[in-house]
């Protein structure tokens, strides 16, 4: 059954750094282009980087120079590495496919904050 299980966030200081891993079960994760997505408290979700099954890889304005998504198709495993963090960062991320995405997980929260 497909499944995503995201992990790795937490509480950090402004300028600090976290790695999120998204754990994908089910072939179609492995050979589509998937997202890391990011809900704000009172905001809609939002795409922030994808990345497709070749590892060609987008990001929005927001995130581009400190965020970087990657993929181990192997592990089939999708992670964000976050750099220079901000409190607009803080949110509940998540990751699903770029395209028609499946069932939500639960998400991982992150909160950027001194």
């Known amino acids: 059954q497909a499944q995503l299980v995201e992990s790795g966030g937490g509480l950090v200081q402004p300028g600090g750094s976290l790695r999120l891993s998204c754990a994908a079960s089910?072939?179609?994760?492995?050979?589509?282009?998937m997202g890391w997505y990011r809900q704000a408290p009172g905001k809609q979700r939002e795409l922030l980087a994808s990345?497709?099954?070749?590892?060609?890889?987008d990001y929005v304005d927001a995130v581009k120079g400190r965020f970087t998504i990657s993929r181990d198709n192997f592990k089939n495993t999708i992670y964000l590495q976050m750099n220079n963090l901000k409190p607009a960062d803080t949110a509940v991320y998540y990751c699903?496919?770029?395209?028609?995405?499946?069932?939500w997980g639960q998400g991982t929260q992150v909160t950027v904050s001194s």
């Open positions: 699903n496919l770029l395209h028609a995405p499946t069932t």
């Open positions: 089910g072939l179609i994760y492995r050979i589509k282009a």
């Open positions: 990345i497709t099954s070749g590892g060609s890889t």
